[in-house]
């Protein structure tokens, strides 16, 4: 199966965002990809964290999710939202939801980021917590594709990549992983985070990053890439707005699996 990690550099417009959005997963559907995975806040890296709020949608209702399921239909993709800004009981706090599309533009699965990012360098700071609301309960759906194979796929956003316990959790064959990660903690962590997820769940990992300059200052890390069972970064674009497609195997899954059973060992 082919997929696909798209990389953009949003801006702080919806309108722009959604077309370039749509202009990069049609390029991922002209590669042969099934399944497409846009990053995080791919609607909006807005001037304010609390420009969030303004574009937060209820869930089933509002632009983005339109947006998706169209897109989803048109392109005949399995969509990965990266990440939406859902209204939540909390009119200070959006659910920072990864929504998940099949061909038919059905929504098939809604993750809430469950760690959010806090970070301080000593100058600058940032919380997330601040305007979202944490989710609680980790997601993965199957997704069957043109072959007629069937893949367990696991969700996660940006910084739940530091929590190797929700990766187990989630028994996956592919895991997505739609960020943002800052150039700071990027250079640092992204690519080595990324491969230790999919070489201690032997599995597939799809990594869709923000990656450059934005509108608002911030400079975002990049490096979106397809990581297979073993380790090995299988396709990767540094920086700016990309489509990054690789082919999932699922006999190099089982391979790897039956050479290192390491998923076999009971818990302690």
Known sequence: MKVAAIQMVSGASLDPNLAQAHELLDQARHAGAELAVLPEYFCLMGRRDTDKLLIAEEFGLGTVQDFLSDTARELGLWIVGGTVPLATDDPQRAANATLVYDPQGRCVARYDKIHL????????????????????????????????????????????????????????????????????TGQAHWEVLLRARAIENQAYVIASAQGGVHENGRQTWGQSMVVDPWGVVLAQQATGPG????????????????RLPALQHRRL
């Not at 996660?156 to 997505?176: G, I, K, M, N």
């Not at 489509?243 to 039956?258: F, G, K, N, S, Y």
Request: charged share 25%; hydrophobic share 50%.
């Open 117 to 184: 990012f806090r970070f301080h360098d000593g100058q600058q700071g940032y919380d997330e917590a601040a305007v979202l609301k944490a989710g609680a309960q980790p997601v993965a759906f199957t997704l069957t594709d043109r072959g007629g194979t069937a893949w367990r796929v696991g969700l996660s956003v940006c910084y739940d990549l530091r929590f190797p316990e929700l990766y187990r959790a989630l028994a996956a064959d592919v895991l997505v992983v739609p960020a943002a990660f800052t150039h700071v």
């Open 243 to 258: 489509v990054v497609v690789a082919e999932l195997d699922r006999a190099r899954l089982e391979e790897v699996r039956r």
